[in-house]
């Protein structure tokens, strides 16, 4: 990805709107270039990533609530994991502290694991963080759709 003329595309997968409202307030305001694409849960995130027939429609990075109902973070990561799309990197994202919960994101192939910040301050600076090394520090696999067997 050419850092200085594209945006880092995200995905916020997500189903509380308050959450949903305050991140892309943040998000609009960051210095990094980000098109974000707001999805109201885990099922939805999977028929997104199956519906998807251009690499245009692709994420460079996921980030996923763990608690949300029908489907939580941690079984969409362990889907995605397992599936054709299991090179797309994901920050999970939650209230929860616990070390269970943190290991578990971790074990079941998450690139990170970050605790919900209380403040808008704390939030911006949590994305403002996650974008910057997304889109500046790391080199992102190539962001297509890919046959199963790959």
């Not at 608690?67 to 939580?72: A, C, G, N, S, T």
């Not at 969409?76 to 299991?86: G, P």
């Not at 269970?100 to 600076?125: E, F, I, S």
Request: hydrophobic letters at 40%; one cysteine or more; proline letters at 4%.
């Amino acid at each position: 990805m050419d850092r200085m003329t594209k945006s880092l595309h995200v995905w916020l997968v997500d189903d509380q709107a308050d959450e949903q409202f305050l991140v892309r307030r943040v998000i609009s305001r960051l210095p990094v270039s980000v098109e974000l694409r707001i999805i109201d849960g885990a099922k939805r995130a999977m028929r997104t990533l199956e519906a998807a027939t251009g690499s245009e429609q692709l994420p460079h990075l996921i980030i996923c609530d763990v608690k949300m109902p029908e489907m939580d973070g941690f079984d969409f990561l362990m889907w995605l994991r397992q599936s054709r799309w299991k090179h797309l990197p994901v920050v999970m994202c939650s209230n929860s502290e616990s070390t269970l919960d943190v290991t578990r994101a971790y074990a079941l192939g998450a690139n990170a694991y970050h605790v919900k910040a209380a403040t808008l301050d704390g939030m911006r600076n949590c994305f403002e963080s996650l974008t910057n090394y997304w889109s500046q520090s790391v080199e992102l696999p190539t962001v297509r759709v890919c046959n199963p067997d790959n």
